[in-house]
């Protein structure tokens, strides 16, 4: 177990990174072998770092010590600062939630003075006591066991042992061969970015998929996490609750990271929080509505008084060693998302979140556009932009408009009012409030998620809804059915929703009757199109009126569309482009709008997930190599537990069923003793295959017949010799593989 400091960051020693044991074989971080780099570096300088033997055979000359290079001083994550941006100023926050635990930013009053100034690093860790190791000063002379901080690669050195895993550990790049997901071998680097001219993004999530958002900026030994999100399971993944980032390439780095920086609380953002936390506590910083969100995910798993969380405001600067994380204001389907501007020496990177231009926002605040103008006159290094609406023209339909279509819908409405859309969109659910109260209604929420949203926004000031407008579900039955308007979760289908249970019939408290008009205020996510189809389907069944997309404008999305992602690179002028948030093709798309607006095809890189990819003033943009990612399944309290072979199995338990074969032998002459006995689960009907399985037991019994005494072998032999052909009989009787288990016990 790690040791932690006082301000909850793992302290003691670390594992040294991997190098390949074939020095032939190594790679550097451009991809060129350690003797090919040694070589050029032989013929560019006069006195070499490392000499090859005389007659080229690696590691017979002995290697002069380089010199070492200046840095300076590492800082501790209690070292981060707030302050505000000069340029703008600042807008008054919703109010504090009360009796909420919260940890605000180090001098997050000194930030928010009328004159901004760099503030001193306190001299304490965030729990108030002082760290157990203080930092070096920047001129303290260096221990002399200190090794060089030369950022040269040169070869492992001769006498270097193996480690367990059968790679080695020295100061250079480390690569190493792994086996993926699917069991190909693929090229890992994991290394440190000692290049004080370039910034590294490292995509874990989020690319040619939807969900699971996960992006790594590295600039010389420091990182950050922006976005930490989940994925809904896909059909083949059976039993599968959600997906998540693999985050090996993480834990691999875990002193270097300095925090997770949400842009907003949508789950495919800040869904993965509570298992990743687990491996990875690091503060994390996001705006109210979204710490309030990810907290109540951290009080579920039990993580909320083992977690930092700071409260940001858009304008917000978080200072780091070297770089500055800045917050700006964007508008998007849920309240308090942001952009971030990320300030290093090498360059300036921006990343949109999911956004859309706005001009008529429900809550009035607007896309802050002159401070993304304000940093394209600076020089943005690097643009990651989300292309989930690429493919589509024009602009995105403002929230606004959706409020006076509910209001007309509602005033046709005779009977009850059922409108599912997402919980989080808390705009929408206060246009859908203001029609219900405005046609005498009243408000009704249901829904495990639903009910948290809403407790956590009227909590935070983000929805106003008088307490006597809303009741609970228990009430409902006082009511008319005129008087009540229903809001719930289940409009993308979910299998265990409020809203797929009461199509089903299965609610416990809301039953679907005529004359109720139930309304689908989303749009599907790729993927849910027929649960969603399944659940209108149902509802219709039931007599109900539904009310969706294709037929009434009661949804518009939350994504930037090709005019939006037009004014925004004309606003930034980036150098650098990569398009972020979405399926290959929404990125291809993407990317021919990014050349249409001037940047160059050989500036734009279209990355997949583990990309390494480096951006330089001098060097250009390109991919250095691949760091481990992937996926992680979670089903119910297991994470990681279910991979590939159980998917598989149980794909063909759901297609083919089980049979099990119990039998009973002597363990020395392999005697049948009792059995055999045939069990069938999901393979065919029992009462109309009865012939069928009695001719497969007779079959099994002979085999065992025919193995005992002499011709006994073993259990595991007549075990596959009974797989085998029993497999062969039933499929030639039925054209079915079902699943067989033989269980033979020994006496």
């Known amino acids: 177990m790690r040791n932690r400091s006082n301000n909850g960051r793992p302290e003691g020693s670390q594992t040294t990174p991997k190098a390949e044991t074939n020095p032939a074989r190594a790679r550097n971080e451009y991809g060129e072998s350690i003797q090919a780099e040694a070589k050029k570096r032989s013929r560019r300088s006069a006195k070499p770092a490392a000499v090859e033997g005389a007659e080229g055979a690696p590691g017979t000359a002995k290697t002069s010590a380089p010199k070492p290079r200046r840095q300076a001083p590492k800082r501790t994550t209690s070292e981060v600062g707030v302050q505000k941006s000069e340029t703008l100023q600042e807008k008054p926050a919703p109010r504090a939630p009360r009796g909420r635990k919260r940890v605000d930013p180090p001098a997050a009053e000194a930030a928010a003075s009328a004159e901004p100034k760099e503030l001193q690093p306190p001299q304490k860790s965030r729990t108030g006591s002082p760290t157990r190791r203080a930092p070096r000063a920047a001129n303290a002379p260096q221990a002399a066991t200190q090794k060089s901080q030369d950022t040269r690669r040169r070869r492992a050195p001769k006498d270097t042992k193996p480690v367990q895993d059968g790679t080695v550990h020295h100061r250079g790049p480390v690569v190493r061969m792994v086996r993926n997901q699917e069991g190909h071998n693929e090229e890992l680097i994991i290394q440190n970015n000692s290049d004080k001219d370039a910034v590294r993004v490292i995509p874990l999530g989020g690319l040619d998929e939807i969900g699971k958002n996960m992006t790594v900026i590295e600039y010389r030994e420091e990182m950050i996490i922006v976005d930490c999100g989940l994925k809904f399971p896909e059909d083949e993944m059976l039993g599968i609750d959600i997906v998540i980032p693999d985050v090996t390439f993480l834990e691999d780095n875990l002193k270097r990271i300095k925090g997770f920086f949400i842009t907003h609380g949508h789950e495919d953002h800040i869904g993965a929080l509570p298992y990743i936390l687990k491996k990875i506590n690091v503060p994390v910083y996001a705006t109210q509505l979204t710490l309030g969100l990810i907290e109540i995910k951290l009080r579920e798993h039990g993580l909320f008084d083992k977690v930092r969380l700071h409260v940001v405001k858009p304008k917000d600067v978080i200072n780091l060693s070297h770089m500055k994380v800045e917050f700006i204001k964007t508008n998007h389907s849920i309240p308090d998302a942001c952009a971030l501007a990320i300030h290093t020496p090498a360059g300036m990177l921006i990343h949109t979140g999911d956004f859309k ?48 279509n509910f209001e007309k819908i509602f005033l046709g409405a005779k009977g009850r009012i059922i409108v599912a859309t997402f919980s989080s969109n808390v705009h929408r659910l206060q246009q859908i409030a203001q029609a219900a109260v405005k046609m005498g209604r009243k408000c009704c929420f249901t829904g495990r998620s639903m009910e948290n949203v809403v407790g956590v926004a009227r909590e935070l000031g983000y929805l106003s809804i008088e307490d006597r407008h809303i ?40 039953k679907i009757q005529p004359g109720d008009t139930v309304i689908l205020s989303s749009h599907p996510i790729p993927g849910n199109e027929k649960s969603v189809s399944r659940t209108i389907n149902y509802l219709y069944k039931l007599g109900a009126e539904v009310i969706y997309e294709a037929i009434e404008d009661v949804h518009v999305s939350g994504h930037a569309c090709q005019e939006e992602l037009k004014l925004i690179h004309a606003l930034v002028k980036p150098k650098y482009f990569i398009p972020v948030h979405g399926e290959y093709r929404h990125q291809k798309v993407h990317s021919e709008l990014a050349q249409t607006m001037g940047i160059a095809k050989e500036n734009i890189i279209i990355p997949s997930n583990g990309d390494v990819i480096d951006l330089s003033q001098e060097k250009g943009i390109r991919t250095l190599g691949r760091v481990r990612s992937g996926q992680v399944l979670v089903d119910g309290s297991g994470v990681g537990d279910v991979g590939n072979v159980v998917l598989r199995d149980r794909k063909h338990l759901s297609e083919d069923g089980i049979l099990t074969v119990v039998a009973t032998i002597d363990s020395e002459s392999g005697v049948l003793i009792a059995g055999p006995d045939i069990i069938s689960r999901g393979f065919v009907y029992l009462k109309e295959a009865e012939g069928l399985l009695e001719n497969a037991r007779r079959m099994v019994q002979r085999l065992l017949i025919e193995a005992e005494g002499d011709r006994f072998k073993s259990v595991d032999f007549l075990k596959n010799n009974i797989k085998e052909e029993l497999k062969n009989f039933l499929y030639q009787r039925t054209k079915r593989k079902p699943m067989i288990l033989p269980v033979i016990m020994e006496i």
Do not use: W
């Open 471 to 510: 009741i609970s579900v228990d009430d409902i039955k006082r009511f008319r059915d005129d008087q009540l308007c229903i809001m719930t979760t289940g409009s993308q289908g979910e299998p265990m929703s409020a809203l797929t249970r009461m199509s089903m019939g299965e609610h416990r408290r809301i």
């Open 357 to 404: 231009i706005d001009l008529t926002p429900v809550d009035g605040d607007v896309i802050d556009l002159a401070r993304f103008a304000e940093l394209g006159t600076q020089g943005v290094l690097g643009l990651l932009a989300e292309s989930t609406n690429a493919e589509r023209p024009g602009y995105t339909q403002s929230e606004r408009t959706i409020g006076r």
